[in-house]
């Protein structure tokens, strides 16, 4: 699939989501798709390697997009070729307890991936400026000091949110963490055939809420915060991608390529070499171990 490059993808300037496509066209067929996630599914898993040997980097891959964009199955897709021990899939639901008595990045810090290692956030701290900018009243569970109603929710609020992400991903990647961040931009039709889907064949049942549909009716809602989220807070140091969802085939091989493509700009990533004394005596070592025979 040579028509595709990462970077067109890549969000340097700001965007209206109305105006970006949510369909790509590969001009190549699904098995031919297959074939090329497979290959670089394969190079991923082979540069994880090497940066977990030379454990200097973290990967923190994020991922949004509305109910049915396909995060699960990308995920299950893109990473599978990866040691188990190499990559961690974090799902952030509604905040418990005892994550509500800190801030709202606290969760988040603990789910950093450690060097050498991928984290998959399946919905991020992003939810933070999204569902609770939608739902407003989600906020009052925060108890945050000056916040005694929704009406104390201001615009100032949401940037000074936008600016503690912004700060929070600053840091993480002056410390060696590698931010990648994917909008999964599905239409609102793919949407409606894929919910669909879901009530027509049983063995999907289980993945359809009637919550989804009241979701759904605020779509323009979310849209619009989506929109500002990937504006305020797409950086050089963590830039936002939006991938075109409606086909979940190519969706998942630009997530995949992009990651790859970008990580191999890293050039400093390399297999450890042994020690000069080690290598010396590497005939000695092998002769001893087949010696035991």
């Given at each position: 699939?040579?028509?595709?490059?990462?970077?067109?993808f890549k969000v340097a300037a700001p965007i209206h989501l109305k105006d970006v496509p949510t369909f790509f066209n590969v001009e190549t067929s699904e098995k031919k798709k297959e074939k090329e996630i497979?290959?670089?599914?394969?190079?991923?898993?082979?540069?994880?390697?090497?940066?977990?040997?030379?454990?200097?980097?973290?990967?923190?891959?994020?991922?949004?997009?509305?109910?049915?964009?396909?995060?699960?199955?990308?995920?299950?897709?893109?990473?599978?070729?990866?040691?188990?021990?190499?990559?961690?899939?974090?799902?952030?639901?509604?905040?418990?307890?005892?994550?509500?008595?800190?801030?709202?990045?606290?969760?988040?810090?603990?789910?950093?991936?450690?060097?050498?290692?991928?984290?998959?956030?399946?919905?991020?701290?992003?939810?933070?400026?999204?569902?609770?900018?939608?739902?407003?009243?989600?906020?009052?569970?925060?108890?945050?000091?000056?916040?005694?109603?929704?009406?104390?929710?201001?615009?100032?609020?949401?940037?000074?949110?936008?600016?503690?992400?912004?700060?929070?991903?600053?840091?993480?990647?002056?410390?060696?963490?590698?931010?990648?961040?994917?909008?999964?931009?599905?239409?609102?039709?793919?949407?409606?055939?894929?919910?669909?889907?879901?009530?027509?064949?049983?063995?999907?049942?289980?993945?359809?809420?009637?919550?989804?549909?009241?979701?759904?009716?605020?779509?323009?809602?979310?849209?619009?915060?989506?929109?500002?989220?990937?504006?305020?807070?797409?950086?050089?140091?963590?830039?936002?991608?939006?991938?075109?969802?409606?086909?979940?085939?190519?969706?998942?091989?630009?997530?995949?390529?992009?990651?790859?493509?970008?990580?191999?700009?890293?050039?400093?990533?390399?297999?450890?070499?042994?020690?000069?004394?080690?290598?010396?005596?590497?005939?000695?070592?092998?002769?001893?171990?087949?010696?035991?025979?």
């Amino acid at each position: 699939m040579k028509n595709i490059n990462p970077h067109q993808f890549k969000v340097a300037a700001p965007i209206h989501l109305k105006d970006v496509p949510t369909f790509f066209n590969v001009e190549t067929s699904e098995k031919k798709k297959e074939k090329e996630i497979q290959k670089v599914r394969e190079k991923l898993s082979k540069l994880q390697d090497i940066m977990y040997a030379h454990n200097r980097y973290g990967v923190l891959i994020c991922l949004q997009g509305m109910d049915t964009a396909g995060k699960d199955s990308l995920i299950r897709e893109v990473f599978k070729e990866i040691n188990a021990r190499g990559v961690v899939v974090h799902s952030f639901k509604t905040p418990h307890s005892t994550e509500l008595e800190h801030d709202f990045l606290w969760r988040h810090y603990l789910a950093l991936p450690e060097k050498g290692k991928f984290s998959v956030f399946n919905r991020t701290h992003y939810e933070n400026v999204l569902v609770t900018r939608v739902h407003p009243y989600y906020i009052m569970n925060e108890n945050i000091p000056g916040i005694e109603s929704v009406d104390d929710i201001t615009p100032e609020f949401w940037e000074k949110r936008f600016e503690s992400i912004n700060d929070f991903e600053k840091h993480i990647t002056r410390n060696g963490v590698v931010i990648l961040k994917f909008f999964l931009h599905l239409s609102k039709e793919e949407q409606r055939e894929r919910l669909i889907r879901r009530l027509e064949t049983e063995k999907h049942n289980w993945k359809f809420s009637p919550g989804d549909l009241k979701e759904r009716a605020l779509w323009d809602d979310y849209q619009k915060c989506y929109e500002e989220a990937i504006n305020k807070t797409s950086k050089p140091h963590a830039p936002w991608y939006i991938v075109p969802a409606d086909n979940k085939e190519t969706a998942r091989y630009i997530v995949a390529k992009t990651i790859l493509d970008e990580l191999s700009k890293i050039t400093d990533i390399k297999e450890p070499e042994l020690d000069d004394k080690v290598k010396e005596n590497i005939a000695m070592y092998r002769d001893m171990l087949k010696a035991e025979k």
